[in-house]
C-alpha cells in the first residue's frame, strides 16, 4: 500500500510558477514508479511527467521544457515545478504510483495509488 498526498496548488498569473508536492508514504522501499496526471474539466486525464524507479524522467510533450518533476527521498517527497504557466494549464492535478513499470506511464488505468487531487488555475 502506497499513500500520496499532494499541495502546493493554487493561483498564478500567465507566465508564473507555482511547486506541487506529494507527500509518499507506505511500502516504497522496492521502490515504486510516481506520476503527475492533471484534468481539466471536460477532459480526460493526462500525463504529464513520471519518475522511473532508478530516477529516469518522461514529460508530456506541452510541459518540456516548463515543467520538472523531482524526488526528495529524505522528505519522501514528490515534486512538480511548474514554471511558464498557460491557461491551459489549469486542472486538477494529481499524484499516482504504482509498483510496476508497464512501459505506459500516461495511462491512468495502470496505476493503483492515486492521491486526492490539488487545483492549479492560471489566469491569462
Known amino acids: 500500500q502506497v499513500q500520496l498526498v499532494e499541495s502546493g496548488g493554487g493561483s498564478a498569473q500567465a507566465g508564473g510558477s507555482l511547486r506541487l508536492s506529494c507527500a509518499v508514504s507506505?511500502?516504497?522501499?522496492?521502490?515504486?514508479?510516481l506520476v503527475w496526471f492533471r484534468q481539466a474539466p471536460g477532459k480526460k486525464r493526462e500525463g504529464v511527467a513520471a519518475?522511473?524507479?532508478?530516477?529516469?524522467?518522461t514529460y508530456a510533450d506541452f510541459v518540456k521544457g516548463r515543467f520538472s518533476i523531482s524526488k526528495d527521498n529524505a522528505k519522501s517527497t514528490l515534486y512538480l515545478q511548474m514554471d511558464s504557466l498557460k491557461p491551459d494549464d489549469s486542472a486538477m492535478y494529481y499524484c499516482?504510483?504504482?509498483?510496476?513499470?508497464?512501459?505506459?506511464?500516461?495511462?491512468?488505468?495502470?496505476?493503483?495509488?492515486w492521491g486526492q487531487g490539488t487545483q492549479v488555475t492560471v489566469s491569462s
Open positions: 499516482a504510483a504504482d509498483y510496476s513499470d508497464t512501459g505506459r506511464w500516461n495511462n491512468p488505468d495502470v496505476y493503483a495509488y
Open positions: 507506505g511500502n516504497t522501499a522496492a521502490g515504486i514508479y
Open positions: 519518475l522511473g524507479r532508478k530516477g529516469t524522467t
